[in-house]
């Protein structure tokens, strides 16, 4: 196995429509896990999962899905799943039916793609509704039986375009704890999503985007360290909020320092995080201070987000 | 490899034809297969006096080169096949296909054996019901005595294989359509609609005229002797060379 068979490799790559961009220059290896697509609306987003998917060409450069090219089918879809945002469906169809046909194309026999249908579709729990037409399945319904179509041949790689979009609370639930399992298996699970928190508990690593180009990707405390610029704020909830106060303000690296109202904690930023950690350890250390919890307040991607794509890239 | 193609070919079909009768998309199809049926029901129910069997054989004959073959299968494998391709297209569920492993021109091929046999069963059975119907204009006796002991019997296979071979031949016409509209990546779906397009210019206009039991010397349009024309099949392969050049070169 070549290094890049194990992972899907964006090389150089764009796409414009027309006169207008869709990525540009995109190099990315993305490797097993949940890997989160992060952007605002036309940052090209699903425009990379249709690249990768190969519903889309690149104008320029190359990708590879674990060693495999969009443009020999046979191979390619195989290991390939993909939740698109697409909400459209062949009329008259049940989802049973739907996941059964397409499965037949994948080669099962009549009874191995029953038994797949059946079991995607358990995973999504929606046994009730499987015999009943998609015309007549609500949004989430609709939502759910794409995923089950997905995923119902195994793929390794899975890639979901707004998946959470129109589910109830248990379904999301339901639905992120799938992502997690299928992830957990070494399976690729490429997630776009503009629910910030959600993608913050499930990802393992993030890619961001803004207007066409890769603006970070990688686990987003790493992203967030390499923000110098932006200092690393802590919460440490404390006896002694004053005192941490104190001693933080004789460094030079801390640029701001702010006692919570209740008295009980104490707002730390700093330029430098390994300073401020240690700054931390060793107030505690010399001055015995009794620590309830330290919090970091920026590490999400939330705030990533907002300091990378700023208030003009609103979800 | 081929087994593996042709079992896709039947699923997608198999499909095709499931969403067709689920999705209601039959509607004007079985109104134009319906129509002669219907048409030659009411002559027989209200027609006095029933013309003799070499003049219906003559109305038949007017009857299918001006509206069956002319009107029916060409409208209704239109509506047909441009359902199956293009349908796809326009209501966005193209992309289900798309994401399987299967070859773009199974996908094609699959397509059009479901587009053949939805036309052929609704065209080649109403060119057949009409065709015994009007044979029965003068009772049953004389309708046996036409099919099982005159040509009655060469003549319905006749009129039912040329409606076949028409619908067969329409995949000409929707070959150069799709190339146009671009709906696929690969470059072998030009070139198995080139073979398929071979196959049916050589066999679907040649012996469509040439196996017409009955000369329609009567209707809007007369039965011609056959003539080869090489010089409009040379160009209408310019035209369709173009139509697949440009589809293959714009933003794909």
């Known amino acids: 196995m070549t290094p890049e068979a194990d992972r899907i490799v964006f090389s150089d790559v764009s796409k414009f429509y027309g006169e207008v961009l869709g990525v540009n220059k ?21 425009t990379l999962m249709n690249l990768l998917t190969g519903l889309i060409r690149p104008t320029r450069g190359d990708i590879e899905v674990l060693g495999a090219r969009t443009d020999d089918p046979e191979t390619f879809y195989r290991n390939v799943g993909y939740c698109t945002q697409f909400d459209t469906f062949p009329k008259g169809v049940t989802g049973f039916a739907l996941i059964c046909s397409l499965l037949r194309l994948h080669g099962f026999d009549r009874q191995g793609a029953d038994e797949l249908a059946w079991k995607a579709i358990e995973q999504v729990h929606m046994t009730e509704a499987a015999h009943r037409r998609v015309a007549g399945y609500s949004k989430g319904m609709r939502q759910r039986i794409k995923l089950a179509l997905a995923i119902a041949h195994n793929p390794i790689v899975l890639v979901l375009d707004e998946p959470l979009n129109g589910l ?19 399976r690729f699970v490429i997630v776009s999503s503009h629910i910030l928190h959600e993608v913050d508990i499930i990802s393992d690593s993030v890619v961001m985007m803004s207007n066409g180009y890769v603006v970070a990707e990688g686990d987003i405390q790493e992203v967030r360290e390499e ?23 004789s460094e030079n690296h801390v640029v701001e320092v702010r ?23 060793r107030v505690v250390l010399a001055d015995g201070l009794t620590v309830e919890g330290v919090i970091p307040v920026d590490e999400d991607v939330h705030s990533v987000y907002s300091y990378l794509i700023g208030s003009n890239g609103r979800l | ?30 109104l134009l297969a319906a129509a002669p049926v219907c048409l030659v029901t009411l002559l027989l129910l209200f027609d006095p006096r029933p013309p003799d069997n070499s003049e219906i054989t003559q109305i038949f004959a007017v009857m299918f080169q001006t509206f069956m073959l002319r009107l029916m299968v060409l409208f209704g494998c239109a509506l047909v096949f441009a359902n199956l391709y293009r349908g796809d297209m326009v209501t966005r ?44 204009a003068n009772g049953s006796v004389v309708a046996n005595a036409h099919f099982f002991a005159g040509p009655g019997m060469r003549e319905l296979f006749s009129y039912v294989g040329i409606a076949v071979l028409g619908c067969v031949g329409w995949f000409r016409l929707h070959g150069d359509w799709i190339s146009v509209q671009k709906p696929s990546h690969s470059c072998g779906v030009p070139a198995a609609l080139g073979i398929g397009e071979r196959i049916s210019t050589g066999s679907a206009a040649k012996n469509q005229r040439r196996a017409l039991p009955a000369i329609d010397r009567s209707g809007p349009h007369p039965t011609r002797p056959f003539r080869s024309d090489y010089g409009a099949i040379f160009r209408f392969r310019i035209c369709q060379r173009l139509s697949r050049f440009y589809g293959s070169r714009v933003d794909r």
């Open chain 2, 1 to 30: 490899m081929f087994l593996k193609w042709a079992e896709q070919i039947l699923v997608v079909a198999w499909f095709e034809i499931r969403k067709f009768r689920a999705g209601r998309k039959w509607f004007f199809p079985i």
């Open chain 2, 93 to 136: 569920t193209i992309h289900f296909y798309l994401l399987a492993p299967v070859r773009r021109e199974v996908l094609v091929a699959g397509k059009y054996l479901a587009g053949l046999l939805i036309t052929s069963v609704f065209y080649g059975g109403s060119v057949g019901i009409t065709n015994t119907l009007i044979h029965s």
């Open chain 1, 168 to 186: 109830d609370p248990m379904a999301r639930a339901e639905s992120i704890a799938l992502f997690q399992k299928l992830a957990g298996e070494g």
């Open chain 1, 259 to 281: 006692i919570d109202d209740d008295g009980a904690g104490v707002l730390l930023r700093s330029r430098s995080a390994d300073q401020l950690y240690t700054l931390v350890n």
């Open chain 1, 26 to 46: 995109i190099n990315l290896r993305i490797g097993p896990g949940i890997t989160s697509l992060v952007g605002p609306n036309g940052s090209g987003k699903t």
């Open chain 1, 227 to 249: 923000m110098s610029e932006h200092p690393i704020g802590i919460l440490v909830r404390c006896d002694k909020p004053a005192l941490l106060a104190s001693r933080a303000f």
